[in-house]
């Protein structure tokens, strides 16, 4: 991987009608300053830029040579007037997300082809086509039958491949209350933040060591996957998420080897954009 080259700012049209950024903007721009300090020191080659933005436009990540996609612009739906965000815990003890899930969904990257499969009935997606993502039948009734327990409203979903044949799926399920989501994350999903399902695709799977914390966002807990060698055909990635009352998986895979970079941006972006 090239050593990291020193991003040029994306142009945000809105910049001048964004409201001034709060103390969390500070830390998290210090966060990406350290992060791609480390990352030149060390040879990693992976820098981001994203900063924490108050409920206005996330940008998206122009394509570097360190294999980032070229992302449209992100922006984030306005909520309606007086509603708190989902991580607003004096106002929002509930963690409800406001905004339409289906316009938190990351879109696809420029260049990328839509995944037909996961476009849904007016933008909700079928539990089914969500259960088609585990390898094995039974686990499918199995993780089925937990998503009904622990009353599942809906499914918002959105998939590409792109150019280099990297298959993307993101899947964002929303139930009533956070403390649920978070629940069926850490006891239904997962176990010491290991999957407890197999994804279709790899055999084996680990947490992934080396996923940079400066992928992650505050508020948002991501857990991170990787198929572990030897590979089949393909290696995938998948990271669960929670935030608030939403929960979303995340699965990439390629033949070959799944690189690690558009991933970890496409956890970022998502994540922002669920913060």
């Known amino acids: 991987m090239e050593p990291p080259a020193v991003a040029e700012p994306v142009p945000d049209e809105s910049a001048s009608q964004a409201p001034k950024k709060d103390r969390r903007v500070l830390r998290a721009a210090l966060r990406w300053v350290s992060v791609v300090a480390v990352f030149a020191v060390s040879g990693a080659g992976t820098a981001y830029g994203i900063t924490r933005l108050d409920r206005t436009d996330v940008p998206g990540l122009a394509t570097h040579s360190d294999g980032r996609w070229a992302y449209p612009t992100l922006v984030r739906p306005p909520l309606p007037s007086g509603s708190p965000g989902p991580n607003d815990e004096a106002r929002n003890p509930a963690g409800t997300h406001f905004a339409d899930l289906r316009a938190l969904v ?28 585990f390898a094995v039948s039974t686990e499918r009734k199995d993780v089925g039958q937990r998503l009904t327990d622990n009353g599942l409203r809906h499914i918002a979903a959105r998939g ?24 069926m994350l850490s006891d239904e999903l997962t176990s010491f933040e290991a999957p407890m399902y197999r994804i279709r695709g790899g055999e084996t799977y680990e947490l992934d060591p080396d996923f940079p914390s400066a992928a992650r966002v505050d508020d948002v807990h991501a857990t991170a996957i990787r198929e572990a060698k030897p590979y089949g055909a393909e290696q995938v990635r998948e990271a669960y998420l929670t935030s608030g009352d939403a929960l979303a998986l995340i699965v990439q895979s390629r033949k070959g080897l799944a690189p690690a970079v558009p991933f970890q941006q496409t956890v970022a972006l998502q994540s922002e954009l669920l913060d």
């Open 106 to 133: 990351l879109p696809e990257p420029k260049g990328a082809t839509a995944d037909a499969a996961l476009k849904g009935t007016d933008g909700w997606l079928a539990t089914g086509t969500f259960l088609k993502e």
């Open 160 to 183: 590409w491949t792109t150019a280099d044949g990297t298959h993307t799926r993101v899947y964002l399920l929303q139930f009533d209350t956070a403390a649920v989501a978070e629940h």
